[in-house]
């Protein structure tokens, strides 16, 4: 039986620092850039969920061995670029992981024999031709299910030519994967890429891998050629904005309240829900601001805002908000006028299509909505009360939704049933004990 999550009452006025858990784009690419390292590799603070741990599995497959302490302190055993032991008939499980599972892709690009890619049913609905066709250039051959899906099998090859690839979608999974088949190709890859996350390009640039990054206004420009060494990586993992995002709009939407999430990654490229919900009136301030291995981390401050502002989101802000949309939708549900939001169908993408879940739960919360396959116009009201029952299920188990939909019973009232309560589990284990400590 799924188990679900009861709430019936909604969360008094707090005040409160909290931490939530590591990042999770940070933790997977630092296994699996580790597992390439030659020699012992650190991790602090590593996301111990199950997307991150599917990627210490996936490893392991390939021969590469870790060890993950109590205290989420990680070691991986790398022994270098070649040292993938590629046997015949491995199958990897990437899970509910798109991360994991694109981006390993382009470590496989030289396995002599046929390696399966499975994953679980939400990851086997999601594209993975976006992967396949430019990891085809390099001169790889794969086999997808329905010419799109999972299972996949690839088939790599010795002979792999340098490639010029324009990832037109903002996927940072995208382009990653295709820096790291360009890490074992000869001669330089070139990669023109839409705006989206940039972890992979810091964290190649603080181990000085040969990658150049120009920045143009939509589009970096990345040069990428053969790595023959990777050192190995001591890194402190800070937390996840996505997983922060979820407390920032409970004390958004809550009466006198205010938080202090510490220590959280705030790239830049991932900060679209600071500027858009700072947009709606949300008073939001970075404190302690520092540089770590060229990424951005601050401890973030929070107060609730009772005079919420509706906004036309400007496009440029999506790919930096990509994660966000279900909990910024809330927002947008209690905010004075009416919010809309534009080319967003890459939501549809996600571990459930997102769009509509997100139309979904504004339906049961009695806010109008008009939403087309990458649109949404929100008719938000700021005396927004839910009194009546909602039960929340069959999304899939998408992790976002689960924890959107418990922000949505603590701030905005109601009787909730909220099922596969398990989901948290695949990107932010301690969200209900966090919630707990926020409630006491
Ligand atoms: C991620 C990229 C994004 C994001 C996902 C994590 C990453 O996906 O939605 O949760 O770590 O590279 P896309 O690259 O498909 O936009």
Redesign the pocket.
């Known amino acids: 039986m799924p188990k679900s999550l009861i709430i019936k009452n909604k969360i008094n006025k707090f005040k409160k620092i909290i931490s939530v858990d590591g990042d999770?784009?940070i933790s997977?690419r630092w296994v699996l850039l580790s597992s390439l390292a030659k020699g012992i590799s650190k991790a602090k603070n590593l996301l111990v969920s199950e997307d991150v741990l599917a990627a210490i599995r996936a490893v392991k497959v390939l021969g590469i061995k870790s060890h993950l302490k109590k205290n989420n302190e990680c070691i991986i055993y790398g022994k270098g670029i070649d040292g993938f032991k590629y046997k015949k008939g491995i199958k990897i499980n990437a899970e509910n992981s798109?991360?994991l599972g694109r981006?390993i892709l382009g470590l496989l690009v030289n396995t002599p024999h046929p390696i399966k890619l499975v994953g679980d049913k939400s990851l086997s609905k999601r594209d993975f031709k976006r992967i396949a066709d430019p990891l085809s250039k390099f001169g790889v051959k794969f086999k997808l299910k329905k010419n799109k899906n999972l299972p996949l099998t690839i088939m790599g090859t010795k002979n792999l030519k340098h490639i010029k690839y324009v990832e037109n979608?903002?996927?940072?999974?995208?382009k990653?994967s295709v820096i790291f088949a360009g890490m074992r190709t000869n001669g330089i890859s070139r990669i023109i890429a839409k705006k989206?996350?940039n972890?992979t390009e810091l964290l190649s640039k603080y181990l000085n891998l040969p990658i150049k990054i120009k920045r143009a206004k939509k589009y970096d420009h990345i040069t990428i050629s053969k790595v023959n060494f990777i050192r190995p990586i001591k890194y402190n993992i800070p937390s996840d904005i996505?997983s922060s995002a979820f407390f920032i709009v409970l004390t958004a939407l809550s009466q006198n309240s205010e938080l202090l999430i510490k220590n959280v990654n705030i790239n830049p490229s991932r900060t679209g829900i600071i500027t858009i919900l700072r947009k709606m009136g949300v008073s939001i301030i970075f404190k302690n601001t520092k540089l770590y291995k060229g990424e951005k981390i601050a401890d973030i401050q929070i107060k609730s805002s009772n005079k919420l502002k509706s906004i036309n989101c400007p496009t440029k802000l999506n790919?930096g908000a990509?994660?966000e949309f279900l909990i910024i939708f809330l927002v947008a549900a209690k905010a004075k006028g009416v919010s809309t939001f534009k080319n967003l169908g890459?939501l549809n993408?996600?571990e459930s299509p997102r769009l509509k879940w997100g139309t979904y739960i504004l339906d049961q919360i009695g806010i109008k909505t008009i939403a087309t396959n990458d649109s949404i116009k929100i008719y938000g009201n700021p005396n927004l009360e839910i009194k009546k029952k909602i039960v929340i299920k069959n999304f899939l188990k998408d992790h976002r939704v689960f924890m959107t939909s418990v922000i949505a019973a603590l701030s905005l009232g109601g009787h909730w049933k909220i099922h596969d309560k398990d989901s948290i589990q695949t990107s932010f284990p301690n969200f209900l004990k966090i919630v707990n400590q926020i409630k006491v």
């Open positions: 999770k784009s997977i798109g991360t981006l979608k903002g996927s940072a999974q995208c990653s989206s996350r972890h996505s790919s990509i994660d890459e993408q996600k």
